[in-house]
C-alpha cells in the first residue's frame, strides 16, 4: 500500500472515526484504525463493537492496500504534522512508513483481515431527512436516557417513525423527553432503540444541511452522511408506553423567560440539602417562586415574574432535571403545565408543540 | 455592614482573591473570603498563609462592617446574577444576605475577627517595575522549578536584584531558567526566593502595562499592581550558584526556526522508550536530526536545516524539556550552543542575551 493524501484530509478523517475506537478494549487490534487504499480514495473504519464509524477521504492512491494502525499515535502524529501532503507506505510485514517534508515515522501495525467487519446493512428500510433537523431531534431528547444497565431499554433513545411523523423518545423514569416531526408523506414503520453513545457521536458529527440517509434493519442502524457512515447495534427490549406518561390536561399553565428561569435554578441548586438536589418552586399569582433550604450554608428565594392561567400550585422538582432541558431549549420563553403537587409537571417551548418534557415531582422536605 | 456593589466588580474581587483560598484546609475560615466595607471601598482578602490576595474595590457602604464568606458559593452565586447592583447586609450573627434584583440569598458566615491577618509588610526595600516586563520575567523561568519538596530552595524561583539589574533564576537540577533586566538606574540589593505558587499567581493577575510596586522584607514579600497587593511568604535556604551552570564557551553554534523544531520535538517525543523521554538529537553540516527509538509502537526520524557554526555532535536530551522553553521563548529562531554530548547545552533566543536556558544532557541508549 503507497498513498499520498493532504494532512488536514487525512487528520479530519482520523479524528471522525477515532470516536469509535475504544480506549479500554482487550482486543489490541481494536485500537487501531483500518485504512484501505482503493480507487484513489482511502477508506478509514474505527470500532468498538458496538459502533462502527466509516469515513472516505480522498487522496492519491500509488498502491492499493490496507492496514491498522493504532489510533493515538497515528492522530497524535499528524496533528503536529506542517500542513503538507504526508506519503504513507506498508511493506508486507505491517510497518507503515509515515513521511512529510523532512519527517519520517515508523509504525508497527496489525494486518487489516484481522480487523471486524462492520456488518453489512443493505435490506432495511431507508429514510432521508435533513442533518441539522435530525441533530436537534437528538440534542432534545439524548441527555435524558438513563445510566442503569439493568434496564438496557432505558440507556438509548426510541425512535419512532410512523405514518406521516418522525417521533424521538427518551427517559430514565425520572423524566421524559419527547419530540416528533411531521414529514407530510408516508413513511414505512419502524420502532427500534439507538445507543444513547450512538445518539451523542451522531450528535457531534453532524455539521451540515444537507440529507442523510437512515437505513433501519431488525439489529442494526446506518447513517450516512457527508462523508461519514454511521453503524450501530440496536437495543433489544421493549421501549415504556410514553403515551401514558405525558398529561392529556393540566390546572395550571404558565409562560416564562427560559435564561431567567435557568440562571435562578442554577443559584438555587447551589443551596440544596446535601446531595438531594430540591427546588421548591410555587407558582402563585403570576409570580415563579424557587426556594432552596437545608444547606449547611444558608438558603435562596427568587422570584420570576410570569404569566399564569389557572390555580395557584405548589410542587419540588430534582434542580439539574429542570436545568438540563431550559439548555436545550431555544426559544426565549417556555410553558409550564402542571397539575399540583404530586403529577408530573410538563415543560415545552412556548408557541411550540414539537417538543414535549415530562418531570416528575419529588417530595420536599 | 451594609453594601451596594456593582455585580461585574465584586465579582472580579472574588475571582481575584479565591486564587489565594485554599480548597483543603483543615481550618474552614481559610475557606472563605474576608470582606471589610469601609470609605466607600470594599476590601476583599483570600489566603492559606503561605500567599495572601487583597483586592480593593469601589462599593457603596451603607454601613461599615466586616464578615467571612464562604469563597465557593459566594463566587458561585454571583456569577449566576444578573449584571445589576447586588445588595449585601450582614447581621451581628455573621449571617448575610445577598438581594440583587428578585434574588435573595442567606448564608452562614465566619466572624472576621476569627480571620487570619495578613502580616503588615511595611519596613523593606522598595522597588518599581512595569507590570508587563515582570509577567515576563517570571513565565520565563516559572516551569523550571522544582517539585522536590526535601530541597525547598528549589521549589521557588530567585529574584536577585543587584547594582543596576534584576535577575530571576529557577532550576530543578535537570535544567536552570535565568533571564535578567537591566534598568539602568542603581537598585538595593536583595536576593529572596519566591515560592512557585506566588509566581504563577502573579503571572495570571498581571494584565496591565503599568507599573508595579514590589516590597522585599527578610521574610515576606508583597506586591501590589492595579488593585491587587499580594503578600506571600519567602523560601528560606541557599539557591544554588547558578553561575557555576552556565557554559561560558561552547564547540558548537546553530541557528533554527523555534517553531519547526518545537514541531519536531512534539512528535519525536511519542515515540520515546516508554516514560524515558528521551531523544537523540545529532547536529550535523547545517541539520539537526531528531530521532527517538525504544517504543513499542515504532520510531521516529526528522530532519531540520540549521545553520552552524563549528563542530557536528551529538546529544541526547528529556524531550519535554526542549519543548518547555520552546513554548516560552517568543523569538522565531532559537540559538543552541553544545560543547559536544556530555557537557550541558544551552538554548537563547537569538539576537537576545537577557534569557539562558540550560538543559543538562541524559545518557540515551
Redesign the interface.
Known amino acids: 500500500m503507497q498513498i499520498k493524501v493532504d494532512k488536514k484530509e487525512i487528520y479530519n478523517g482520523i479524528k471522525t472515526v477515532s470516536k469509535a475506537v475504544s480506549s479500554k478494549s482487550t482486543l489490541p487490534i481494536l485500537s487501531g484504525i483500518l485504512m484501505e487504499a482503493k480507487d484513489d480514495k482511502i477508506k478509514l473504519v474505527g470500532t468498538d463493537l458496538e459502533i462502527g464509524i466509516e469515513c472516505s477521504i480522498n487522496a492519491k492512491v500509488i498502491n492499493e492496500g490496507n492496514i491498522v494502525l493504532?489510533a493515538t499515535?497515528l492522530s497524535?502524529?499528524i496533528k503536529?504534522?506542517?500542513n503538507q501532503d504526508i506519503e504513507l507506505i506498508v511493506d508486507e510485514d505491517n510497518?507503515?512508513k509515515i513521511n512529510c517534508n523532512?519527517?519520517?515515522?515508523?509504525?508497527?501495525g496489525f494486518p487489516a483481515d484481522e480487523f471486524p467487519l462492520l456488518p453489512e446493512v443493505e435490506a432495511g428500510t431507508q429514510y432521508k431527512l435533513e442533518q441539522q433537523t435530525f441533530k436537534n431531534m437528538i440534542d432534545r431528547i439524548k441527555f435524558a436516557t438513563s445510566n442503569d444497565e439493568s434496564r438496557p431499554f432505558l440507556t438509548g433513545g426510541l425512535l419512532l417513525i410512523e405514518d406521516q411523523e418522525i417521533k424521538m423518545v427518551s427517559t430514565d423514569s425520572y423524566r421524559l423527553a419527547y419530540t416528533e416531526l411531521e414529514l407530510n408523506k408516508d413513511l414505512s414503520f419502524n420502532k427500534v432503540i439507538i445507543p444513547s453513545k450512538t445518539l451523542s457521536e451522531l450528535s457531534k458529527l453532524i455539521n451540515s444541511d444537507e440529507e442523510m440517509k437512515i437505513l433501519v434493519t431488525d439489529n442494526q442502524i446506518l447513517f450516512e452522511f457527508s462523508n461519514i457512515t454511521i453503524i450501530s447495534r440496536l437495543i433489544e427490549g421493549q421501549f415504556p408506553n410514553y403515551n401514558q406518561v405525558i398529561p392529556n390536561d393540566s390546572t395550571t399553565e404558565i409562560k416564562v423567560n427560559k435564561k431567567e428561569l435557568l440562571?435562578?435554578t442554577?443559584?438555587a441548586s447551589?443551596?440544596v440539602k446535601d446531595n438531594s438536589n430540591i427546588i421548591k418552586t410555587s407558582f402563585k399569582n403570576n409570580k415563579l417562586i424557587i426556594e432552596s433550604t437545608g444547606s449547611?450554608?444558608?438558603?435562596?428565594?427568587?422570584?420570576?415574574?410570569t404569566s399564569q392561567q389557572g390555580e395557584n400550585t405548589e410542587i419540588a422538582f430534582n434542580a439539574n432535571y429542570l436545568i438540563d432541558v431550559l439548555k436545550v431549549i431555544k426559544n426565549d420563553q417556555v410553558l409550564i403545565k402542571l397539575s399540583g403537587g404530586l403529577s408530573p409537571g410538563v415543560i415545552q417551548e412556548s408557541n411550540n408543540d414539537d417538543y414535549i418534557y415530562v418531570i416528575m415531582p419529588v417530595r420536599s422536605t
Open positions: 493504532p499515535y497524535n502524529i503536529e504534522l506542517p510497518n507503515a523532512l519527517s519520517e515515522f515508523k509504525i508497527h440562571n435562578a442554577k443559584r447551589l443551596f449547611k450554608v444558608g438558603e435562596s428565594y427568587e422570584e420570576i415574574n
